[in-house]
């Protein structure tokens, strides 16, 4: 069902007829950048608020999936009211509007007092909850575990910075805290921009290559190998998905040093011109799958394998969100290491579906390692081991994504229920609070 939102919602008196003939598509405005400059047209596509601002886009799944946006999907909107509008994220909208260049990208400036919006009310997908930041209570205790933390949310840009990412990094945070007393100094949170969403958490570096590396630096020049180094990351990543609904396949680098398990991908096998140039005859080369920082930066799973390398714990835990996270394994597992990822590496990660404002996987890991609800204690001892974690987790997840563990130093992931292929003993043994 189409609504006609009248102007009175944003508290203005006057009619709203639209302009005649189909409203243009995001990638059409995108593609012809002076045709459309300057102009006045109707354009279609979903309302999400991300970054701390309002865009259109072409599909809500790009919104959920934790890969970035292409370019050519979505389009920056000024005008709206956040007050006004709360209701209607989520919604397929057709508004009209000047296209502007506004921070060197075209943005579509809507102007309520004269200009049209309709919103199909029939395809909202999302509510309200999208845009919310996630709000707990910090209590850290007077005597600290001795063990450190790394928790790593980049973001891409502004346009894929979504707030769902802050509350994953927060919800894991107050957890690490308030369940298993780490020490909020010996926390290391890499966020987005360097500045918070609020002041719950503290951010201690912007999400840049170089912070990354320092981190891992000063992790490496304090903990033991008596102490255990609980690393997780969350928001976008790359690799190659051979089975892209987008049409894109490869958000990674291709692979330069050989490391990568898959020799590349045939175009003849897989049925598909990954390169565009008109034929079937080319192969896709084998690619790194790549963690997304900020400013667009990406950091190499080749180069995080090295930050890792270089520090000496007794055990080292790492939880990863993104997108293609399974690809990761390969280059991360090694002795003492326990890898539980969203999904394989061929594979996109999502948004939580029914859970609220957060990452699919990332909640189900927070709620198993949640020592107040022990559902994830299967063998009912008290502690929740990452091998429980997992298990928990993989079946409480209800995305279209297959999480994969590592625990046994050999780089091959495995899906639920573990024990299985050689994986679980290590990590059965293995706590948060080791």
Not at 81 to 92: E, H, P, Y
Not at 209 to 220: E, I, L, Y
Not at 363 to 370: D, S
Request: proline share 4%; net charge negative; hydrophobic share 35%.
């Amino acid at each position: 069902m189409i609504i006609l939102i009248a102007l009175n919602l944003f508290q203005y008196q006057k009619n709203i007829e639209l302009s005649e003939g189909f409203p243009h598509t995001i990638s059409e405005i995108k593609a012809s950048r002076e045709t459309f400059l300057g102009k006045k047209v109707t354009v279609e596509g979903y309302l999400v608020k991300t970054g701390g601002e309002y865009f259109l886009i072409q599909s809500f799944d790009l919104f959920l999936v934790n890969t970035p946006m292409p370019e050519d999907q979505y389009l920056p909107m000024r005008g709206l009211d956040i007050n006004k509008t709360r209701d209607l994220v989520g919604g397929l909208i057709r508004v009209k509007g000047t296209i502007i260049e506004d921070k060197d990208q075209l943005t579509l400036d809507f102007d309520p007092t004269t200009d049209p919006f309709e919103i199909d009310l029939s395809k909202v997908k999302f509510y309200a909850y999208i845009m919310e930041y996630f709000e707990i209570e910090i209590r850290p205790f007077s005597i600290f575990s001795a063990n450190y933390a790394v928790l790593i949310s980049g973001g891409a840009n502004q346009a894929n910075a979504h707030s769902r990412y802050w509350n994953d990094l927060k919800l894991v945070y107050s957890i690490l805290v308030n369940n298993y007393s780490y020490n909020p100094d010996r926390i290391i949170v890499i966020y987005k921009n360097g500045v918070g969403e609020d002041n719950d958490m503290p951010v201690d570096f912007s999400a840049t290559t170089t912070n990354v590396a320092t981190a891992f630096q000063n992790v490496a020049g304090n903990i033991t190998n008596q102490q255990t180094l609980f690393v997780f990351t969350t928001n976008h990543g790359g690799g190659f998905h051979p089975n892209d609904p987008f049409g894109n396949y490869n958000y990674g680098i291709n692979d330069a040093n050989g490391d990568e398990p898959e020799a590349g991908y045939s175009e003849a096998v897989f049925g598909t011109d990954f390169n565009n140039d008109g034929d079937l005859l080319d192969m896709q080369p084998a690619v790194d799958e790549v963690l997304n920082l900020y400013y667009n930066q990406l950091l190499l799973d080749d180069d995080l394998a090295t930050m890792l390398n270089n520090i000496n714990s007794n055990r080292t835990i790492v939880v990863m969100e993104q997108c293609f996270s399974g690809g990761f394994i390969s280059d991360l597992s090694g002795p003492n290491r326990v890898i539980l990822t969203a999904c394989h590496e061929e594979e996109f990660s999502w948004a939580a579906d029914t859970e609220g404002n957060f990452d699919e996987f990332a909640f189900h890991f927070a709620e198993a390692i949640n020592t107040s609800d022990m559902r994830a204690d299967s063998d009912s001892d008290g502690e929740i081991s990452m091998q429980e974690a997992f298990n928990f987790a993989s079946q409480n997840d209800s995305g279209n994504e297959q999480p994969q563990y590592d625990d046994d130093g050999d780089g091959v992931g495995h899906q639920q229920p573990i024990p299985n292929g050689g994986d679980g003993p290590f990590g059965d043994t293995t706590y948060l609070d080791t």
